[in-house]
């Protein structure tokens, strides 16, 4: 058991470390650091072109998406380096970040499932952050129940024809492409009907309409359909098979949401450093240290658990379900935490200017941005069935669809 | 970095586990739960002869050597059967103790003993009815002689040697003491199967624990290193009696289904998992950190006795929860779990002043 670089680790970080400190966009640095939880603000810059901006820099240098093989724009490096990489990369993380759902969810369904002149064609440029991608996934009436989804695909000569629509699309609004999961059967059960596609964008008969979210941001939108076309030859996996294929998204995508963990342990311990509350200041008082402990043993909990996964991977071994509880224990932390901080401040914690509030509002932007991580991704529900029955190996939900064809299903409005 | 232990480690973790299968079942257990014995001879006997007891001693001292980390998995094992023997406050604690603060003479004398099982030691602090600051320690030592009164020792009543936390002329030390002309009585506790007594000194011989020292701070020190160890246990602990809920909820039918298929039962068994896995990798990392005597180990140890306090606790709550009615029958094990969870929470110290030692270990900027 080792946790301390290794002689190769500790120059690979040293050689990081240079090219960060010599590359990156310092004057970016402060509004990074004191930017809100949710969609991040720069002090009058634009996000996307700034992260577009960087992605191309780290491109250039060799330092995007590392652990890719090099033909797809990556450099075939170690788990454990990239693992470095993203430890140094620190502030800056977060306008990478604005990339996640391709890097980390749509590249690899694409790495397993496209054909080689797609990935040559697609994967670079997904990595250089020239293209953005989408995971278009959720509808109104499925989310949780995914396979439950409605949006048509209809074969008409070597095309599909979509019709339909997609909603809680993060970022569609940016993207250059998506993956796009359909109904082609609907026939026979839920599951078994669904195909996978990536699509452009751009093409005629897409519409998108951002949504505004409860914290004020719009980072997600509605997705419209109608009458588009996708070549078949933009099919990943077998017809009927979309909700295998859909697997090995969301597997990364607890990966990808699990890896960079935000906690607000953070946050809170530089806010309770200063407070000055009734009994002197905050830190010394034994209630607030009791819930700080609490937080920090879960905090260092999931970072521990992710280093454990890191060194699983770097074995070849599959980092199994039991990632999912990263999200499940940051999200509902995240709030535990915000609600106290505000309740610490009394009134004042209410004040949601950054420019007046303590530590330039972050709490209270985690307050309001909170609520979503408990339900992005998998809801901290569908999180507690996935640990019961694939962990632990109880009995599956009943369900009141079972078996049956999917347009025999019961449906609610 | 590597976040695992090695091969060598889990295949002795596997002997023990068998071992402790096949020696230390209910039967043995009740054995001391109900009849007159203290602690399980037998199991003690074998886990000698086996080594367990000298894993982390040095060879010099008559050890195995085997460090740290083989220690924190056999104590996991041990967590997990709830093992009737005193292994803990011998190995984890008086052990720790004598080899922190002992000389070498005193190192000579007693580690060999103790490696090997023949002589049970502990570790004797507590004297008032509150978690114990400085000033309610009010045993004497003086020349020579030990004078006061131990309320709850753990394994006091089958202990050989104790280190003792006492007040001298100039503070407190911790101060060696044979048990063989002191007065035990047995104390009754949450868990009967961890051989409490009170012990009285009265005039009993015993002498400095090496050189002159802070006894409350090298109480901590040693507190620091046996949290780990204790954390451990609680996780082998919270882990069978997770799986001794989830066991039951497959088989257990209610509305003519399992009752491992209702939400509320399967949501608050993923908690339970959710805990484990979280006290698990802190404790990994505590291990880390004790076998290296890292910087981090004041940090990592409280950070793993937090973490493993909850989940013990968690999971052994909750596993009666989901037995039911039968969860809180003396005959069924599910109470054994619960206050053994309850003991180890407070063998060190409660949880919340681990919680304090915690932050007051975090480093400014976390
Ligand atoms: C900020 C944000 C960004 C998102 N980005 C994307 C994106 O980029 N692409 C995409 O495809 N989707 C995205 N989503 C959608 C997200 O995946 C869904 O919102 C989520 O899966 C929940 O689905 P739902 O909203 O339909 O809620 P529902 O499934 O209707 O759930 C409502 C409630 O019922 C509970 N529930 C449902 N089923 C069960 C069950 N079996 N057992 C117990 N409880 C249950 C849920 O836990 C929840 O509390 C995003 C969501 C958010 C909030």
Redesign the interface.
Known sequence: ?????TKE?AAFRGEIRTWIDNNAPDYLFEPLSTSGFGSIQLDGFDPMAEAKQWQKTKAEAGWACLQWPKDYGGQGASP?ESVIWNQEEGVYGQLSRMFIIGQGMCAPTMMTFASEDQKQRYLPKLASGEEVWCQLFSEPHSGSDLAGLRTRAEKDGDDWVINGQKIWTSGAQHSEFGILITRTDPEVPKHRGLTMFFLDMKSAGVDIRPIKQANGDSGFNEVYFDNVRIPDAQRLGGVGEGWKVSLTTLMNERLAIGGSITTG??EI??LV?QLRIASGTA?ND?AV??K???W???S??????A??A???L?KGEVPGP?NS?GK??AGGMMQDIAKFSLDLQGLSGAIVDPEIAAGSARLQAMLMRSPAVRIEGGTD?I???I???R????????RADKGMPFNKIPVGN | MNFDFSDDDKMVQDQINRFLRDNCGFDEFRSVLEGDATYSDSVWRGLSEMGVQGTAIPSAYGGVEAGYLSLCLAARELGAHLAPVPFSSSIYLAVEAIQRTGSEVQKEEWLPKLASGQVIGTLAVTETLQEQVPEDITTTFAKGKLNGIKLVVPHGLMADVAVVLARTSDGLSLVLAPLSDVMRKSIDTVDPTMGSATITFKDAPAELLGESHDGWSAMSAVYNRAAVLFAFEQLGGAERALDMAVGYAKERFAFGRPIGSFQALKHMMADMYVALKLAESNCYYAAWALQNDADELALAAATARVSATQAFQLCSRDNIQVHGGMGFTWEYDCHLYYRRSNYLALVLGGLTTWEDKLVSALPDAA
Do not use: C, H, W
């Not at chain 1, 058991?1 to 670089?5: G, K, L, Q, S, V």
């Not at chain 1, 260092?300 to 658990?305: D, I, P, R, Y």
């Not at chain 1, 962990?391 to 009943?398: A, F, K, N, R, S």
């Open positions: 058991m080792e946790f301390n670089d680790e454990i342990f953070p311990k530089e450093d830190i034994p240290r009791s700080l402990a609490d920090y043993a879960k260092s909990g999931l970072k521990n658990t280093a454990r890191i060194s699983a770097s039991e509880i499940l224990v529900q999180l507690r069935n640990i019961s029955e962990v632990l190996g109880l009995p599956e939900d009943m």
